[in-house]
């Protein structure tokens, strides 16, 4: 069974840890590099996670920094961690190395809100439904069938992961009234697709709101995914046509914020949006 967490993002925790304490004392990358014996370049991909640094070159970094032992512990372990492979790596051939990034990001996340003005949010996917969508990428692009087996594999991986193991995420999701009745799949896909989402709203951790066909979204942009951290910097994933890019910067990170709080003003509240989905499944009984 998948687990959370991510090794990725505990290198790029470790690597953060250890520049804070060379900056904490006052230490620059070429006098940490010349104590040691390294190029100056070495102490930047260690701490810009390029690399995965080695026990050895921990142990090193901890006695230059004076770190006591519980530190030194902490450090040791964060960087076994990042040595670990997450369950995704697996489908490393069938998915763009973006989407691997998502997901290894949205395992350490706390919350996760994502802005859908096309399909049904991704977490919140059935299978059937999933496999018409990636079908049709399928067809388009012209990829092999283990494409598509892979795709379907992960998605599903990823709601059991995230939404329905201990520890879930937090998810929040505003998605656009005509997504309901984008078909993907028959009417029977559709309909359960549309009681799935009756289902999952039920999830204490699971907050989903409809905005209507009649209003005017405030903000013009495609997809993205917000994703929070207790102990990280929060980050965006834009998803494009095909693959994605994550934005980091804090300025263009805060924007994005601000655009999701006002497409949750703008949207319907959770028991109207509930009722909308209702009304639509009877569209998919014909």
Known sequence: MPERGSPALRRRRLGMELRRLREALDLTGDEVSDRLGWSTAKISRIENA?????????????????????????????????????WWERYRNSIPDDY????????????????????????????????????????????????????????????????????????ISVFHESVLKNQYGDARVMRDQLVHLIEVSELEHVEMRVLPQEVPPPVSTGAFVHLTFDDFPDAVYLEFFHGGQFVEDAESVYAYERAFDHLMERALGEAASQELIKKTIEYWNR
Do not use: C
């Not at 006695?63 to 964060?78: A, C, I, N, S, T």
């Not at 802005?115 to 067809?139: H, K, N, V």
């Open 50 to 86: 390029k690399n995965l640094v080695s026990q050895a070159d921990v142990e090193a970094l901890a006695e230059v920094y004076g770190v006591d032992d519980v530190l030194r512990g902490k450090l040791l372990g964060l960087r076994r961690d990042a040595a670990q492979k997450g």
């Open 100 to 171: 691997i990034t998502l997901i290894g990001m949205e395992a350490e996340a706390t919350a996760f809100r994502n802005w859908e003005p096309q399909i049904i949010p991704g977490l919140l996917q059935t299978e059937d439904y999933a496999l018409g969508i990636f079908s049709a990428s399928q067809r388009a692009y012209q990829l092999p069938p283990s494409w598509l087996q892979d795709r379907s594999a992960v998605r599903m991986a990823r709601q059991r992961t995230l939404l329905y193991e201990s520890d879930p995420l937090t998810h």
